[in-house]
């Protein structure tokens, strides 16, 4: 089983360009979540999806958007990246503990 | 709300050294909490759990923790440590019902040989 896997792992974007990050699992878990983590700060929850069709704001949702488009799968979208928004993006998901993701490195420039 | 917090942000420790990292969280009701470790440049894997029953739970590589509801604590703890052990450690807590999970902000453990 592949567990979470996310696209791309390495991005870099100019400020105001927009792109989807990308998350899928195969462990038919209902919960999903996207967290960013920076140094020092640990792992920030932007949004979670506790079902399909459901999604909720997590501690920094600004400036970003999310679509659960099926049980799988769980995206985030930046609609105009900010320098502020390079991070390391951990998809996950879960039904007891969380299974995460390897993440994906976010630069703007 | 509930908030996890980590007293220790960077800990030094020779091999053979007892660890006990710690971890409060601000929640009045019934919590479950997690720890999770993040070997460099990997993602966060689960060490170990505990939603009920026995307060000291077991996990792998020879991790443990205890919960004290009294002290809203779940410190973790390994007798002797190994350079492997090199790596950020984080406590995360959820309220059953509720699907967030929050992290608190890690502490970095570094093992001299």
């Known amino acids: 089983n592949a567990g979470v896997t996310q696209t791309p792992k390495f991005q870099v974007l100019k400020t105001g360009q927009s792109m989807t990050l990308q998350c899928a699992q195969d462990?038919?878990?209902?919960?999903m979540y996207w967290y960013r983590q920076d140094p020092g700060m640990g792992l920030r929850l932007i949004y979670y999806s506790a079902s399909e069709g459901t999604t909720d704001k997590g501690e920094v949702p600004n400036g970003y958007n999310v679509s659960r488009l099926n049980k799988r799968e769980f995206s985030l979208r930046l609609e105009s990246a900010a320098p502020s928004q390079t991070s390391v993006y951990f998809c996950a998901s879960r039904t007891t503990e969380a299974f995460f993701g390897q993440g994906t490195r976010l630069t703007v420039v | 709300a509930q908030s996890v917090s980590q007293h220790n942000h960077h800990v030094i420790l020779s091999e053979a050294a007892s660890l006990e990292l710690g971890c409060n969280y601000s929640?009045?009701?019934?919590?479950?909490l997690f720890w999770y470790v993040q070997y460099p440049g990997q993602h966060l894997q689960l060490l170990l759990k505990y939603f009920s029953g026995d307060p000291l739970v077991k996990g792998i590589k020879g991790f443990e923790a205890e919960f004290i509801k009294s002290k809203f604590s779940f410190n973790l703890r390994k007798p002797s440590v190994q350079w492997s052990d090199t790596a950020e450690y984080f406590c995360?807590?959820?309220?059953?019902?509720?699907?967030?999970?929050?992290f608190g902000k890690g502490t970095r453990l570094h093992i001299l040989p």
């Open positions: 462990m038919n878990h209902n919960s």
């Open positions: 995360a807590v959820n309220a059953p019902g509720d699907d967030k999970i929050i």
């Open positions: 929640y009045g009701g019934t919590v479950n």
